[in-house]
């Protein structure tokens, strides 16, 4: 089984009090389980630990400044505060805590906050005279009734030398609640226990034992996919042509290099709840592998005579038994992205149909590159998703897949 916080992404935000040091510790041991941190420093927090150590210690750059046309045009605040699993709150002041619970958003942290989509747990630090005060009580209950998650400060020596209740808690204990957090998000999905088969990467169509078709797949949003899946608690088979990833961990990868291997393995993989087709397989491959080195003829040019590779996608959706459930396929379009995506989806007869655009734009594509931007199109309707990560499009996909399961369960139970 995979380490829970392995891969998980954070957006830790580090408020002004003096534990705002025991952060740097938090940091590290976070990173220490492969937790991708994204920093906000606010103004008071750069009191107590400067944006170099954080930065360091994170390995990522900090943002502190809601202002900043750099900042901005690296990564918006509304992208910040939805590219992330968790946002952690650490130390959590009683400004803060109050900015929160009114909707005050006069910084880059509180505009974050109150733009996420995202779950948010604090870990409050303060005095105890503050801690107790009613007016950080009162907000303490709003925050929880708007569904924050609190983790407990701890009594003892205080820095301002009183003693009582206000301790940021231990770095192990707020370890041990973003576990908690994770893993029961993992246990409620209506994903476990489901299997899914991805296919991923290109395929290979040898000519003679030296050369062969291909494309310029990269494998990396079909591997995000099997990845944000297995978070969601799917079993996943990945079959996967060749590429240069590691495999994800939790995922069940099966090598193949040609379309008919593919097809196999997929076959062979089934009975599956869901299948997401994310492979480019190569449409054709030559008749026949020649068996040595095609030599250079003198000019004249080798017969390379050409036959279509079996449809894994279309077979699997016409399937009359062992159909999966849910049928994902993609389309690369290069021109007319959306009619040809909608088009594609009834011919090969999937259900859902990820549409993107993988012409060359300023030397780039979305094959081989790390973004993407997709249209995906269901039963129900289209949802545009605009330039993201190649992970985060993986994790809005598993997300709504995870959905249709939920509403499945929720219909069969009335
Ligand atoms: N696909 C497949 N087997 C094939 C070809 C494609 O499973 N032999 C799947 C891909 O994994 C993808 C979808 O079909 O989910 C669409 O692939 P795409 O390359 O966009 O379309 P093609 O079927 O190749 O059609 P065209 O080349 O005409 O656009």
Known sequence: MSDILNNKRLLLIIGGGIAAYKVLELIRRLKERN???????????????????????????????????????????????????????????????????AGIADDLATTTLLATDKPVLIAPSMNTMMWEHP??????????????????????????GEVGAGRLAEVPDIIRTIENFFESRRAQSALTGKHVIVTAGPTHEAID???????????????????????????????????????????????????RDMNAAVDAALPADVAVCVAAVADWRTEGCAEQKIKKQGGGLPDLHLVENPDILRALSQKSER???????????TENVADHARAKRERKGCDWIVANNVSFSDGVSVMGGDTNA????????????????????????AAEIEKKFRQQAEQEKK
């Open 35 to 101: 937790v991708r941190i994204r920093p906000i420093l606010t103004k008071g927090g750069a009191q107590f630990v400067t944006p170099l150590s954080v930065s360091a210690l994170a390995e990522e750059k900090v943002y502190q400044d809601i202002f900043s046309l750099t900042d901005e045009a690296e990564m918006g605040h509304i992208r910040l505060s939805r590219e992330t699993d968790l946002v952690l709150v650490a130390p959590a002041t009683a400004d803060l805590m109050a900015k929160m619970a």
């Open 135 to 160: 007016a950080t009580q009162r907000n303490l209950d709003r925050l929880q009734e708007d569904g924050i998650g609190i983790i407990q400060p701890g009594s003892g020596d205080l820095a301002c």
């Open 209 to 259: 034992p030296v050369r062969y078709i291909a494309n310029r797949s990269s494998g990396k949003q079909g591997y995000a996919i099997a990845s944000a899946l297995v978070d969601l608690g799917a079993r996943v088979t990945l079959v996967s042509g060749p590429t240069a990833l590691d495999c994800p961990d939790g995922v069940e990868r099966i090598n193949v290099e040609t379309a």
């Open 323 to 333: 159909r999966p459930a849910l049928v994902i396929g993609f389309a690369a379009e």
């Open 374 to 397: 997709v249209l995906l199109i269901t039963e129900e309707g289209e949802l545009s998703w605009p330039e993201a990560g190649k992970d985060q499009i993986a994790r809005q996909l």
